[in-house]
């Protein structure tokens, strides 16, 4: 039987909340609920409309307001305020981090895709650079933790991050928003304009630019070159502040609408961003009894201060050293990334069937050179370019029959192509065969298809029990070509000019299955068995050892079991709402970097295995009618239950467990895997003056201690920490214009996502960490029309 739809938010409570996972945008069949009621969230986490409170998935949701409202700009914003989430930008290889429960992609191998899909507006995309986009003009982002394998294209073994852009609208309407951030020097500026273009046809435009001096003062000094003499090294020339962060973006939506049976949606975005350096926002530091950093071993880094201050002597690269060496620009690190994306999605609607076809696009490409040893002498740095295009097409056949038995079947392609180049110059050593300082100029060049076909059946056993099943088949086929252009002899890299090919082609078959028990139209209990999948690849490594073979390039896939269970409810006439969800899984042959001393260097393999189990819950609450608290909680135990072949961190003794270049992780956490975290704040909308409406907002959240470095070096690991988020919003009731003061982070905790061990150091306490962004102090005002 076919069970009623329910509707989203008209409006949305404002907060600057952490942790405010429960507030979404309205769509253009949404309502509000009655007067004292909390406002129902729809979501389409299967793919079709249902409410929040009734759909059983663990699914966190953000609409465009709150988004707004916790400065979340971009992606990795996200990671603060969604629990056991983290998401940080690399540099090369995949170009992010991201992480759910403890599960994530390393960001320095550009075979690698996520364990984690970023999902578009229908269209799943696997390379970790989409993160830099805007997030500005959005519906709702919605996040699935967990294993995914049915609706999202692609199926993901630990979660799924869906964005949902803003669709044009029935009646002309537009906004513009500018603000000014204190503490990185940030100006922004975005708005939209929506209405009807002809008939049936409706539109919408939404761009938004901003420019950012950075948080962390460089202060690296001209130096003398300590390996060629007469040589200057040029100190700071990429700017005396990093990350200095200049973002334009432009989306065009389209909604057509000729018949009640068929719509057409199309969106265009371009997204642009420029840095000062790839990576711009990450700080060396020293723990234990070391005060002053060196590289080589011995040689002192001038200004170099060991401390996590926000201060760093990041240096440019002299001009020699760069000469016939592509995408090195002279010397001055820089980051350049832009994409286009499309996607057009059809609806055609007859009888009890729905018929959607959604097409994508997407082109990137990013171009970059980075200084590795974060010295003002730049003895170790990097210069790439990946270019990668990607086409999707999905075919979907849902139906809505008055009877117990429903379905949905579907078919998914994809093809992808992908050029990646990367050289690396390491202490200056001259090559005489290319007359340049590189020790390699790799070319990899790597295609690939993908298909599958998945299914669900969902059986009403009662008014109250619900049953669905279903199961993706994939199929991956990958081929790489891969060469050292350049390949210094001193490095024992693979001879230049040998090409190196290999193929992968694998099968999957991933089944879930859900029971439902709708205890009545407001509260519901769920039991999940799900699986997850993420195809093996061909590894692109940045220094492809001279053992390397097609063979043992090659990695496997990546596989999830496990159960969930989750209850959720509306309570107290629907004032107070309530997620619970346990879940249990195991993790296989998770993709991980770990030393191979067959191959003499740093490889992909299948080495680890991990237990993850735990408990969220959140709760929103209408404690009075212009008082809302909302709070979340969550307890993570993610391990490696097997890592026999970890590489050692810098400086690692037998003593310390590491034998032959390997350590065993097994009982170890999994990186960015706090065991708590929690979090608790409040709206509230005093009637202070008349006319005007004024929410003040509060919020307090705490993640436990956790590890940061694959290798688990001490020096990566993370204390635990507490965030404050305040804001303030005014505007008069019914009108045009709002002023906000918005703060995030307000006890400027500064504290890593990401660490690696300090390039040119052999000392296990100089450590390079990847951090947040500092406190923000935002003026902010809104012009609605």
């Known amino acids: 039987m076919k069970r009623p739809q329910a509707a989203a938010v008209a409006s949305c409570a404002l907060p600057v909340s952490a942790l405010a996972l429960a507030c979404a945008v309205a769509s253009p069949a949404s309502f ?11 979501v389409t986490a299967r793919k079709r409309e249902e409410s929040l409170q009734r759909v059983p998935v663990a699914v966190s949701v953000l609409g465009q307001q709150a988004l707004r409202d916790n400065l979340a700009d971009n992606l990795t914003k996200l990671g603060e305020i969604a629990p056991q989430v983290s998401l940080s930008q690399g540099g090369s290889g995949t170009g992010a981090v991201i992480t759910v429960r ?21 269209v799943p995309i696997s390379r970790g650079q989409v993160i830099s986009a805007s997030l500005f003009d959005l519906e709702q982002i919605q996040v699935l933790q967990g294993p995914q394998a049915l609706f999202f294209g692609k199926n993901s073994p630990a979660g799924v991050i869906s964005l949902s852009s803003a669709r044009p609208t029935e009646e002309y309407e537009g906004y513009v928003t500018a603000g000014y951030e204190f503490e990185a020097d940030q100006t922004f500026i975005e708005g939209a304009i929506s209405g009807p273009i002809a008939g049936s046809l409706k539109g919408r435009l939404a761009v938004r630019a901003s420019e950012m001096d950075g948080w962390i003062d460089n202060e690296a000094e001209p130096v003398a070159d300590f390996l060629v003499p007469g040589v200057t090294d040029p100190g700071a020339a990429h700017g005396d502040t990093l990350p200095e962060e200049d973002i334009t973006a432009l989306r065009l939506g389209l909604l057509w609408t000729p018949a009640d049976s068929f719509d057409a949606r199309f969106t265009y975005l371009h997204n642009q961003q420029e840095r000062n350096a790839g990576n711009a926002s990450s700080e060396p530091f020293c ?20 401390k996590k201050n926000r201060r760093t002597v990041h240096g440019a690269v002299a001009p020699e050293f760069t000469v016939n060496i592509p995408y090195s620009n002279g010397g001055i690190p820089y980051f350049d990334s832009q994409f286009d994306f499309a996607a057009l999605t059809l609806n055609l609607q007859f ?16 171009q970059q050179m980075s200084v590795s040893d974060w010295s003002p002498y730049a003895a170790i740095w990097a210069a790439s370019k990946e270019e990668y295009d990607l086409l999707t097409q999905e075919l979907r056949l849902s139906s809505s029959f008055d009877g117990p038995i429903n379905f949905m079947l579907g078919v998914y392609y994809e093809t992808f192509d992908r050029e990646f180049f990367n050289s690396a110059d390491l202490f200056h050593a001259f090559d005489v065969e290319s007359q340049s300082y590189a020790a390699v100029m790799m070319d990899a060049n790597n295609d690939g298809d993908y298909t599958s076909a998945f299914g669900q059946l969902t059986w009403d056993i009662s008014d109250a029990l619900e049953l669905a099943v279903g199961a993706r088949w994939s199929d991956d086929q990958k081929d790489a070509s891969i060469v050292n252009l350049v390949a210094n002899p001193a490095y024992g890299l693979y001879p230049r000019g040998e090409v190196l090919k290999s193929s992968y082609d694998d099968s999957n078959v991933s089944p879930e299955a859900t029971l439902s028990w709708y205890l009545d139209d407001d509260q519901t209990l769920y039991a999940a068995y799900k699986t997850g999948y993420k195809a093996g690849g061909i590894s692109n490594p940045f220094l492809p050892s001279i053992n390397a073979t097609p063979e043992n390039l090659q990695f496997e896939p990546e596989e999830a079991e496990g159960f969930e269970v989750g209850y959720k409810a509306s309570l107290l006439e629907r004032r107070l709402r309530l997620d619970l969800v346990a879940y249990s899984y195991d993790y296989k042959d998770l993709q991980v970097v770990s030393y191979n001393s067959e191959t003499i260097s740093f490889t992909i393999n299948n080495a680890a295995s991990a237990d993850i189990e735990g408990v969220q819950g959140s709760f929103e609450w209408l404690l009075l009618d212009d008082l809302t608290l909302r709070g979340n909680f969550g307890y993570n135990k993610a391990e490696y239950s097997s890592f026999p072949n970890a590489q050692c961190y810098p400086g690692q003794t037998e003593a310390q467990g590491c034998v032959g270049g390997q350590q065993d992780l097994a009982g170890e956490a999994l990186l960015r895997a706090p065991d708590w975290t929690y979090s608790i704040g409040a709206d509230y909308s005093p009637a202070l003056i008349s006319g005007w409406d004024t929410t003040v907002s509060v919020n307090a959240s705490y993640s436990d201690e956790f590890e940061t470095a694959t290798d688990n070096a001490p020096a990566g690991h993370q204390d635990d920490f507490w965030l404050l988020n305040a804001g303030l919003r005014v505007g008069p009731q019914h009108g045009h214009y709002e002023f906000a003061v918005i703060g995030r982070n307000l006890t400027d905790e500064y504290y890593m996502l990401n660490s690696n061990g300090w390039s040119g150091s052999s000392n296990p306490e100089q450590q390079v960490g990847f951090f947040n962004r500092p406190r923000e102090i935002v003026l902010q005002a809104t012009l609605r029309f």
């Open 102 to 122: 403890g599960v994530s992609s390393a960001s320095n191998d550009a075979g690698l895709d996520q364990s984690v899909a970023i999902e578009v507006d229908g």
């Open 351 to 366: 009888d009890a069937l729905t018929l959607t076809s959604t097409t994508g696009y997407y082109d990137q490409t990013v």
């Open 287 to 306: 723990v234990g009894s070391t005060t002053a950093p060196v590289i080589a071993g011995v040689v002192p880094i001038p200004g170099g201060d060991c």
């Open 32 to 42: 509000a609920q009655g007067a004292g009621q909390l406002e129902e969230v729809v």
